[in-house]
């Protein structure tokens, strides 16, 4: 008797496990670099496409009138079929296929397919017809208006960007607190003073000063001031501040004053308006005398005051 080993089994194949997913790749925001004197050139190119667009419509508003009265069709026929065929084949002209192409073709080709239309018509039909005068109307207002042809070259080629305006400069500030105080609370959109800039600070007393409100853009003048706008802002009473021209200048420049100056008064003047009429009612100062009591020299300098009633 013969004993046969058990044959082994086989042993199932080991699958790698599966990959993690990749993790999704961040936003990238990528800035296309645009040459100024390309997009000049695109501009430009536009401007001399648009002019072009509109002497053909006005040559083929022209040729199909001549038409009307006229025979001579031929001539207009193929100029006609040669401009439409160039203009196809510069449009399709490397340029991506797909429905977008397709479009773009079938707009570019209505303008002179129904031009041809027309001539073929006028060609046919001898005379003046009624129907063609309005076929003639409809393709040159249609044409003129919703121009196919300058709207499949968009679809193929998007229009340039506009020329940049170059920002306004920024107004010079003063480097005088109050002047920057006046930029970032008055002078801001939507402040009392928007655009302007204050300038030529001067302190004139104590609890007073000047300065010169100018327009920040040159050529405009100084927008309306809301005095109380400004008294609130600045925590002074309205009645204390004051706006107005300045002499032998334009609207773009205003004077600003705060409270009242301090004005320098002579002996004689604060004697009689402050300490005469209350000590020594009627008496008058005529002298003044310079110096320390008792220096030889202060005599000298100036005589001795004398009071007279």
Do not use: C
């Amino acid at each position: 008797m013969t004993r046969t080993e058990p044959r082994p089994l086989p042993r199932p194949a080991m699958t790698p496990p599966p990959a993690p997913p990749l993790p999704p790749l961040p936003p990238v925001d990528a800035v296309i670099q645009q040459w100024p004197a390309v997009a000049t050139a695109r501009r430009r190119l536009d401007a001399v496409r648009d002019v072009t667009g509109r002497a053909a419509t006005l040559a083929g508003a022209a040729a199909a009138a001549a038409g009307l009265v006229t025979d001579a069709t031929g001539a207009a026929l193929l100029a006609d079929a040669a401009l439409t065929g160039a203009g196809l084949a510069t449009l399709r002209l490397w340029r991506p296929d797909g429905h977008q192409k397709a479009t773009a073709s079938v707009l570019y080709l209505m303008p002179g397919t129904g031009l041809a239309a027309l001539l073929l018509a006028e060609r046919l039909v001898t005379g003046i017809h009624w129907g063609e005068a309005l076929a003639l109307t409809a393709w040159t207002a249609a044409t003129w208006i919703l121009r196919p042809a300058r709207l499949a070259r968009r679809m193929m080629s998007p229009p340039p960007p506009p020329a940049p305006t170059p920002a306004p400069a920024p107004a010079a500030v003063d480097g005088h607190p109050v002047a920057r105080w006046w930029a970032q609370n008055v002078a801001l959109d939507g402040g009392a003073a928007p655009g302007t800039v204050l300038e030529e600070i001067e302190q004139t007393g104590t609890a007073s000063m000047r300065a010169v409100i100018r327009s920040a853009a040159t050529g405009h003048p100084v927008p309306d001031i809301s005095i109380r706008r400004l008294s609130a802002l600045m925590d002074i009473p309205e009645e204390e501040i004051g706006i107005g021209p300045v002499p032998g200048r334009g609207a773009g420049l205003r004077r600003l004053t705060i409270g009242t100056a301090d004005q320098h008064q002579d002996p004689a003047t604060v004697w009689a308006q402050r300490i005469a009429p209350a000590a020594m009612p009627g008496a008058v100062l005529t002298g003044v005398r310079v110096g320390r009591p008792g220096d030889p020299a202060a005599g000298e300098a100036a005589p001795d005051p004398e009071a007279r009633s």
